[in-house]
């Protein structure tokens, strides 16, 4: 087996080599391995300085985080870090990859850092709800400023060794592989007699006391609901009120308090999942097809989205359209995406430039689609619509090429059906704007095969998506559960919540926006179009809203109308529409209701068991492979709050008892609506939780 930490001499310096693929994260073994080789180290007569260095593609990548939440094993990382730190050789760290976390504390404890020019060096700590509690406030701070320790430590961000070595953080950027650089940058140390450097030694640069209080108020406003960004704050300005042990001290009581946070383990969860949701049996071990060359069939806001997505990352793409005018207007508008990625210093103009010249072809014959790898139809959402665009794709694509489309909701065995390689057809359903918004579902019909499933995953990764599979059904995973909270809140302000205090009482449960909000943004014309649909095949007890379609009769859109929800006469700060109110009390007063009132805690409560009621169903029904599916679903496509990790790990923090009872209340008022999804019932019969399921 090979030692996570390997030592060996090389003129007269002493590396340290961490060898745990694939990110050399700090475990118990590395942490220990560290330690045996410092000690080693100084006791060696035959080195005379100390360089610490990762194997493999990366320096370290931090603690290892599947040891959170789990009785900690010594020795402990900032112990590990100080006896770096009062090492009496000078320690150098070499960087390359990235040294993340307690991967960039190990370095920040190490006198002396030099970094290979793609290093990338960061504090991510605060992403997954904790702070760096190694010394990383104590000591970024030190070497930094007050300023730049803040930025890296509140956010989270990557910073490039460049910048590292502008704000103080690394010493220095020299070529070649890690030991090289380490070892030249070593030896110069040791030509010129420089000894060991203690960054705790480095007093703190003066600063306004202001500036945390404006911090804190800054990051608090920006990281609603969220504790870790705030108190990585108070951490920062420990460095600068007290002497450094005591400020080290307070660090891990800070610490010690995020980690036993729920946030801390949501966003852990998090972590895992988005890893977790691409590895499918189905998909083990399948080779995905070569896709170079990708159709995209309509140019609205989805195709041209889609198409921007796809050349943005490497894809060659051709767009086929009905009309002159259409083609014209979907260059243009994938022309406006490209533009803003130039304007946003995301893309340099020749290479957007080469992308509209060369890369990009808009038409209205399918035959230009003869050798394309892999078909995207984004065209308006009718089966007939569709079934005619899969009948001229069978015909016109190469034997190979994959088919797909980007339905939100209809049969996609249907559409398969029309073709003679039902095998090659999948759902993509892209979200908007889908070159920005991160989730893909790849929906697999009843005859998908796996190379094709495996190859809406392999797209989703060149497109830096995060890809979900979901099986059909009306609206698939997300849209699925969407139809029943949504449908949720509809039934609370029938009864007497008004769309507004819905809207406050979910941003207050970390949502971005609430549910009227999003109707107002998405238009609310979508949501008439989907009530016409699906009215002939509703029973009839279900209690379909009416204000929502009294609104639109009205021409009232949402904000593309400028009147919703909400009135959006000024679009910064849209107020409610005082119209509104009166469509709903015709609604209440046609059924005979008398409206009650409902607390913030009330509507959470039912429209979260709305959610994990219906997202039961969605796994039970196995649309959705695992419940983590669900969760990486509602996180990526629809605000779901990251630091609650998602509707189902919530729910199993919550405790799924609750959950039931909760859905059983309010079942006495409305058994139709609000039937126990079998599953649920399951598992708390089981005292068992959704994350059982998740391998
Ligand atoms: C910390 O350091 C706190 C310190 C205070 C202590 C007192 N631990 O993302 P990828 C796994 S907090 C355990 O697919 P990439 C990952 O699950 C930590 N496992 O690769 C995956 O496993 P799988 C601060 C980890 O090249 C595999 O490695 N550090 C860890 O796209 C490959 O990962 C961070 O937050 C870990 N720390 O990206 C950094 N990291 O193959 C977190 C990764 O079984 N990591 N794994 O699925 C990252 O941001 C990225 O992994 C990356 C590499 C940029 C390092």
Known sequence: MTEPVAYSVTDRIAVLRVQNPPVNALSQAVRAGLDAGLARALADDGADAILILGDGRTFIAGADISEFGKPLAAPGLPDVVNRIEAAGKPVVAALHGTALGGGLEVALGAHYRVAVPGAKVGLPEVLLGILPGAGGTQRTPRLTGAEAALDMITTGKHISATEALRIGLIDAIEDGSPEEAGLRFTRRLLVEGAGPRPTRGIAPAPHDPALFDAWRAKVAAKTRGQIAPVTCVDAVEAAFTLPFDAGLKRERELFSGLMASPQREGLIHAFFIERKVGKLPEIAGVTPRDVAWIGVIGGGTMGAGIAAAALLNGLSVTLVEQTEAARGAAHARIAGILGDSVARGKLTEPARDTLLGDRLTCVTEYAALADADLVIEAAFEDMA?????????????????????????????????????????????????????????????????????????????????????????????????????RMAADHMVLEGATPYAIDAAMVDFGFAMGPFAVSDLAGLDIGWATRKRLAPLRHPNDRIAKFADMMCEEGWFGRKTGRGFYDYTDPKRPVPNPQVAAMIDADRAARGITPRAFTAEDIQRRYMAAMINEAAKVVGDGIAARPLDVDVTLLYGYGFPRWRGGPMKYADMRGLPSILADIEAFAQDDPHFWHPAPLLTDLVARGASFDSLNG
């Open 385 to 485: 619509v569709k079934k005619t665009i899969f009948t001229a794709l069978d015909q016109h694509c190469k034997p190979g090429a994959i088919l797909a489309t980007n339905t939100s909701y209809l049969d996609i065995n249907e559409i398969a059906a029309v073709t003679a390689r039902p095998g090659d057809v999948i759902g993509l359903h892209f979200f908007s704007p889908a070159h920005v918004m991160r989730l893909l579902e790849v929906v697999v019909a009843e005859h998908t095969a796996p190379e094709v499933t495996a190859t809406g995953f392999a797209l989703a990764k060149r497109l830096k998506k995060v890809a979900v599979r979901a099986g059909v059904c009306d609206g698939f995973i997300g849209n699925r559960i969407l139809a029943s909270y």
